[in-house]
């Protein structure tokens, strides 16, 4: 019988080592800002993608909401901990814009990995957000929503309502007949009241946000959202939450609107597209769903809305063979039928061309009635200077102002003129900290 020396034996375990590092997948760490459903949805995309070859491994992790997502990450990077992958949502893109001493550019990335990319794939309204001044995507669209009008079908039916409301005068009148006749206690109710009441609100009114293309043109941008049409919006919102018509959710994200619509309380809840497998889950009545209202009498109303949700920043500080994985892995989730999967489970919208087209094809859309709301909404017309979306930095604290501001209407402190141009002054002196840090 052979028996190995211990030498021998040692020198056939360190071959078989070597041998099996060489077919070591190589890892990436992914820190995202999807818990619940939504994480796992993101964790089975993962575990496909690393089941569909030997050769990567992605690892995803939690770490928590946006904010502390982007947090962790800043100082993760200063202590050289940085992961391969960040995904940030919109409002820090000028933030993540300005750290390009921090970012590997998505455009560069692929080119650089020979993988498949290409900017005109995706939709215009998503494009737009993403890309510096020469047109150049910085980050990979993964999950783009935008806010749209949740409608309880049944409080309507009772109260003899018909069709969908399309204007700020069809949803106070809608209002007001449903709490008339008993079918509901209030109208509606509004979560991220900044996304929805203003970056929104004035994206669909064609009107600006800032100068210099709503922040796209420089960091010498200047806000000048306190105008007429944001100011006598909020008194309506005001008069309106006076009258029962409408109820504030609360600031920020607007945490306590979602359970008064799932309650019946509140007939119509005005919230993201990417809630819409959340609300259907959480509803015991029928879901209608509408765009978001405009006010008729203002020229070029309707125009299109803006995005949210987050995108996918590669971070510098990694090695050559980790990026080809991370540029494979971009590249899987660029796929028709990976996106189409990923929207239709979500309700994030899809975010190219042929997921869209995959989607109408596979019946989709017809069976799952008002699914493309959203994509029917961003692409209404297309995109202006006022419409595009924003790029302000610091707006993760600005928008914090805006929400405080916007309470301050509601809770009788300030009217709209008085809270909108306090909004506007103190959104701007974070403008020119950025400005000045950034030079």
Request: glycine share 10%; with cysteine.
């Amino acid at each position: 019988m052979f028996v190995p020396t211990l030498k021998g034996l040692a020198a056939g375990i360190a071959a078989a080592t070597l041998s099996l590092s060489a077919h070591a997948a190589v890892e990436v760490q992914w820190w995202h800002a999807m818990g619940g459903e939504l994480g796992e949805i993101l964790e089975g995309i993962t575990e496909e993608f690393n089941a569909s070859q030997d050769d990567y491994r992605v690892n995803p992790s939690y770490r928590g909401n946006y904010t502390e997502t982007m947090t962790g990450a800043i100082a993760a990077f200063r202590a050289r901990q940085q992961p391969h992958i960040l995904q940030v949502f919109e409002v820090g893109t000028g933030t993540m814009m300005a750290a390009e001493g921090a970012i590997y550019p998505i455009h560069e990335l692929m080119e650089d990995h020979g993988r498949a990319f290409d900017r005109e794939a995706f939709l215009p309204a998503v494009v737009g957000y993403y890309t510096d001044t020469r047109g150049n995507m910085l980050s990979f669209p993964f999950n783009s929503s935008t806010p749209i009008l949740y409608l309880n079908r049944d409080a309507f039916e009772a109260a003899g309502l018909n069709g969908t409301p399309e204007t700020w005068e069809e949803i106070v009148a809608a209002s007001r007949r449903l709490r008339e006749s008993g079918a509901a206690r209030c109208g509606f109710t509004t979560s991220w009241p900044s996304w929805v009441m203003l970056e929104n609100f004035s994206a669909m009114h064609d009107s600006p946000l800032g100068t210099r293309e709503n922040g796209f043109g420089g960091l010498d941008t200047e806000f000048v959202f306190d105008n007429d049409l944001v100011a006598s919006h909020w008194d309506n919102l005001k008069a309106w939450q006076d009258e029962g018509v409408f109820r504030w959710g609360g600031p920020g994200p607007g945490d306590d609107a979602a359970p008064m619509f799932y309650s019946g309380e509140c007939a119509m809840f005005f919230g993201s597209s990417a809630s819409r497998a959340g609300v259907l889950a959480n509803a015991d009545f029928e879901v209608g769903f509408a765009m978001q209202p405009y006010y008729a009498e203002v020229e070029g109303a309707p125009q299109n809305s803006i995005i949210g949700g987050a995108t996918l920043w590669a971070l510098q500080g990694h090695s050559d063979e980790e990026y080809e994985a991370v540029a494979a892995f971009f590249e899987y989730l660029s796929r028709p039928e990976v996106q189409a999967d990923w929207h239709q489970r979500t309700g994030y919208l899809p975010i190219t061309q042929a997921a869209w087209e995959l989607s109408e094809t596979q019946g989709f859309y017809a069976e799952n009635p008002g699914a493309d709301i959203s994509i029917r909404q961003m692409n209404l017309n297309p995109p202006t200077e006022n419409s595009k979306g924003l790029r302000f930095g610091n707006f993760v604290q600005i928008r914090d102002i805006i929400s405080e501001e916007m309470e301050a209407v509601m809770s009788g402190q300030k009217n709209g003129e008085q809270a909108s141009a306090d909004a506007a002054r103190r959104g701007n002196a974070l403008l020119r900290d950025f400005e000045a840090a950034n030079r």
